[in-house]
């Protein structure tokens, strides 16, 4: 099967699309990873891909007069990639509508909760605060709203006495990366149908 063409979309440290990187390189996921885009000048993410000869689209979204002229930027530098799958890996930004209908059912994201719980920034902190005993990582297909979309794939950790959000962000963070490998390598071999919400995985 021929290998499919993924941009990683990220935002900070970037150790899910290190997470891709490596499994790309390993050949666990099926894909060449065709370019980096990102979003806040300086993040450590565009040095992870400079090292690994991929090409960084920096998109600043000061630099734009409105989120239209931002995601047109994004669209065309990203157009000659001819992505087949986006992994959005820690990308801080919500996709308008127009942008994820040029890529339905092609964008990725891992957020770190257990969606629909704890939606939006600091998951883990709303997960400490909500006393619940159970967090994790769900890796969901892309639609308008905020951390919703049909679930893939979902790893849970305990929540433990004494936890805070770093605590709990680092416990969930070790789930997260053989979550997205596991999720990008199954989109990638055409394994997945989406159903409605309903996400299942092809038999052999
Ligand atoms: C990860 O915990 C990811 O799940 C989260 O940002 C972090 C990025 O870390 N994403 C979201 O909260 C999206 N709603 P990384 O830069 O080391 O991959």
């Known amino acids: 099967m021929p290998k499919k063409n993924m941009v990683i979309f990220a935002s900070g ?7 891709l990187h490596d499994a ?8 060449d990873i065709k370019g980096l885009v990102c979003d806040i ?6 040095d992870r891909a400079r090292e690994w000869g991929v090409p960084v689209i920096l998109a600043d979204r000061k630099k734009f007069a409105s989120k239209q002229e931002f995601e047109q930027f994004i669209l065309d530098q ?5 992505a087949d799958v986006i ?8 996709l308008s509508s127009d942008f994820i209908s040029q890529y339905e059912h092609k964008i990725l994201n891992i957020h770190p909760a257990l969606l629909p719980s704890f939606r939006g920034l600091h998951a883990q902190r709303q997960a400490v605060e909500a006393g619940v005993k159970i967090a994790g990582c769900t890796v969901h297909f892309v639609v308008p709203d905020m951390d919703a ?5 979902q790893a849970a950790v305990p929540v433990l006495d004494g936890d805070t959000e770093d605590t709990l962000a680092a416990r969930i963070l070790e789930k997260e990366h053989p979550s997205y490998v596991q999720a990008a390598a199954l989109f990638c071999d055409d394994k997945l149908i989406v159903n409605g919400n309903i996400v299942s995985v092809k038999k052999d």
């Open 13 to 19: 440290r970037g150790s899910n699309a290190v997470a």
């Open 24 to 31: 790309v390189a390993a050949g666990t996921i099926n894909a």
């Open 41 to 46: 000048p300086g993040a450590a993410v565009m």
């Open 78 to 82: 990203i157009a000659p990639f001819q």
């Open 87 to 94: 992994c959005l890996a820690g990308f801080m930004r919500l």
């Open 149 to 153: 979309g049909p679930i893939i794939i």
